[in-house]
């Protein structure tokens, strides 16, 4: 099993941006396909963007296209999401896991922000 460990989250004013990074325990990771995903308060858990094991991009949440990007360093067992232009509504614990049945979730990293 891969471990994953979130980092990165904390507060923000909108408008502001922030860095989240995922580390992987295994380099069997890097044959995965990785997605991050958020659970806002009173909401059920979504996923926000995933890319494939090289790179390449599968999906971005709506919401979040043109100031979200995911990526990875597979050198790094790491993988990123950098999110721009904040707002509230994006305020969420945020989780990387698997795009493909994901499982075993941790404890994510809280994002929170103000106007």
């Known amino acids: 099993q891969v471990h994953l460990v979130e980092s990165g989250g904390g507060l923000a004013q909108a408008g502001e941006s922030l860095t989240l990074s995922c580390v992987a325990s295994?380099?069997?990771?890097?044959?995965?396909?990785m997605g991050w995903y958020r659970q806002a308060p009173g909401k059920q858990r979504e996923l926000v963007a995933a890319l494939r094991p090289d790179g390449g991009i599968i999906y971005y949440l709506d919401s979040v296209m043109g100031r979200f990007a995911i990526s990875r360093d597979n050198a790094k067992n790491t993988v990123y999401l950098r999110m721009n232009r904040l707002k509230v509504e994006d305020t969420a614990v945020y989780y990387c896991?698997?795009?493909?049945?994901?499982?075993?979730w941790g404890t994510g990293t809280l994002v929170t922000v103000s106007s």
């Open positions: 896991n698997q795009y493909v049945n994901p499982k075993d």
């Open positions: 295994k380099s069997t990771y890097r044959i995965m396909a």
